[in-house]
Protein backbone atom coordinates (compact mmCIF):
# COMPACT_ATOMS: atom_id res chain seq x y z
CA UNK A 1 0.00 0.00 0.00
CA UNK A 2 1.39 3.74 -0.98
CA UNK A 3 0.49 6.73 1.20
CA UNK A 4 1.88 9.92 -0.67
CA UNK A 5 1.34 13.24 1.48
CA UNK A 6 2.41 16.72 1.37
CA UNK A 7 0.17 18.60 -0.96
CA UNK A 8 -0.43 22.06 -0.26
CA UNK A 9 -1.67 25.63 -1.42
CA UNK A 10 1.86 27.50 -2.28
CA UNK A 11 2.61 30.56 -4.61
CA UNK A 12 4.40 30.48 -7.55
CA UNK A 13 8.45 30.24 -7.34
CA UNK A 14 7.89 28.17 -3.71
CA UNK A 15 8.92 24.57 -3.25
CA UNK A 16 7.41 21.93 -2.05
CA UNK A 17 8.18 18.09 -0.94
CA UNK A 18 6.02 15.21 -1.61
CA UNK A 19 6.18 12.17 0.21
CA UNK A 20 5.36 8.48 -0.69
CA UNK A 21 5.64 5.67 1.81
CA UNK A 22 5.37 2.10 1.17
CA UNK A 23 3.71 0.51 4.53
CA UNK A 24 4.18 -3.19 3.15
CA UNK A 25 6.88 -4.52 1.07
CA UNK A 26 9.59 -2.81 0.53
CA UNK A 27 10.38 -0.79 -3.05
CA UNK A 28 13.79 -2.64 -3.54
CA UNK A 29 13.52 -4.09 -6.85
CA UNK A 30 10.50 -2.02 -7.47
CA UNK A 31 10.57 1.78 -9.61
CA UNK A 32 8.70 4.41 -8.07
CA UNK A 33 6.72 7.05 -10.41
CA UNK A 34 5.12 10.46 -9.87
CA UNK A 35 2.23 11.22 -11.61
CA UNK A 36 0.03 14.10 -11.64
CA UNK A 37 -3.45 14.62 -13.35
CA UNK A 38 -4.48 18.48 -13.97
CA UNK A 39 -8.45 19.21 -14.08
CA UNK A 40 -9.64 17.93 -17.78
CA UNK A 41 -6.41 16.41 -18.30
CA UNK A 42 -4.92 12.95 -19.05
CA UNK A 43 -2.74 11.48 -16.33
CA UNK A 44 1.15 12.51 -16.79
CA UNK A 45 4.36 11.18 -15.93
CA UNK A 46 6.47 13.52 -13.89
CA UNK A 47 9.26 11.21 -12.49
CA UNK A 48 10.58 7.93 -11.77
CA UNK A 49 13.20 6.00 -9.88
CA UNK A 50 14.41 2.69 -10.15
CA UNK A 51 15.84 1.35 -6.73
CA UNK A 52 17.63 -1.45 -8.25
CA UNK A 53 20.51 0.91 -9.89
CA UNK A 54 19.34 4.30 -9.28
CA UNK A 55 18.08 5.33 -12.58
CA UNK A 56 15.96 8.93 -12.42
CA UNK A 57 14.21 9.74 -15.01
CA UNK A 58 12.07 12.93 -15.27
CA UNK A 59 9.44 14.81 -17.49
CA UNK A 60 10.84 17.64 -20.05
CA UNK A 61 8.50 20.12 -18.33
CA UNK A 62 9.63 19.30 -14.70
CA UNK A 63 13.88 18.74 -15.57
CA UNK A 64 16.04 21.54 -13.50
CA UNK A 65 13.14 22.01 -11.15
CA UNK A 66 11.61 19.04 -9.33
CA UNK A 67 14.04 15.76 -8.17
CA UNK A 68 12.36 12.60 -6.61
CA UNK A 69 15.37 11.40 -3.72
CA UNK A 70 14.47 8.58 -1.79
CA UNK A 71 15.26 6.86 1.73
CA UNK A 72 15.60 3.53 1.50
CA UNK A 73 16.10 3.23 5.51
CA UNK A 74 11.97 4.50 5.43
CA UNK A 75 11.14 2.81 2.26
CA UNK A 76 9.87 6.38 1.04
CA UNK A 77 10.21 8.34 -2.13
CA UNK A 78 9.99 11.79 -2.10
CA UNK A 79 9.30 14.58 -5.20
CA UNK A 80 11.17 17.53 -4.17
CA UNK A 81 9.30 20.22 -6.40
CA UNK A 82 11.05 23.30 -6.32
CA UNK A 83 10.47 27.05 -8.59
CA UNK A 84 6.52 25.46 -8.80
CA UNK A 85 4.62 27.08 -11.52
CA UNK A 86 0.37 27.50 -11.84
CA UNK A 87 0.78 25.01 -14.49
CA UNK A 88 2.26 22.64 -11.80
CA UNK A 89 -1.38 22.76 -10.28
CA UNK A 90 -2.60 18.94 -10.38
CA UNK A 91 -3.65 16.29 -8.10
CA UNK A 92 -0.01 13.97 -7.52
CA UNK A 93 0.09 10.07 -7.14
CA UNK A 94 3.00 8.29 -6.63
CA UNK A 95 2.89 4.94 -7.71
CA UNK A 96 5.32 1.64 -7.73
CA UNK A 97 5.39 -1.41 -9.83
CA UNK A 98 7.71 -4.69 -10.33
CA UNK A 99 9.45 -5.33 -13.82
CA UNK A 100 9.00 -2.07 -15.57
CA UNK A 101 10.57 -2.10 -18.75
CA UNK A 102 12.49 1.26 -19.25
CA UNK A 103 10.29 2.10 -22.53
CA UNK A 104 7.14 1.96 -20.04
CA UNK A 105 8.84 4.18 -17.23
CA UNK A 106 6.80 6.94 -18.12
CA UNK A 107 3.21 4.98 -18.62
CA UNK A 108 0.53 4.78 -15.97
CA UNK A 109 -0.68 1.15 -16.80
CA UNK A 110 2.88 -0.05 -16.39
CA UNK A 111 2.87 0.41 -12.47
CA UNK A 112 1.12 -1.98 -10.47
CA UNK A 113 0.00 0.08 -7.13
CA UNK A 114 -0.98 3.52 -6.68
CA UNK A 115 -1.69 5.93 -3.69
CA UNK A 116 -4.19 7.89 -3.28
CA UNK A 117 -3.51 11.89 -4.82
CA UNK A 118 -2.28 14.76 -2.71
CA UNK A 119 -3.24 18.15 -3.83
CA UNK A 120 -0.52 20.39 -5.28
CA UNK A 121 -2.05 24.25 -5.95
CA UNK A 122 0.10 27.07 -7.24
CA UNK A 123 -0.91 30.43 -7.09
CA UNK A 124 -0.12 32.87 -9.16
Known amino acids: QLQASGGGLVQAGDSLRLSCAAS????????TGWFRQAPGKEREFVAA????????YYADSVKGRFTIPRDSAKNTVYLQMNSLKPEDTAVYYC???????????????????WGRGTLVTVSS
Open 95 to 113: AAGPRIILSSIRVPPAYDY
Open 49 to 56: IRWSGGSI
Open 24 to 31: ERPFNSYA
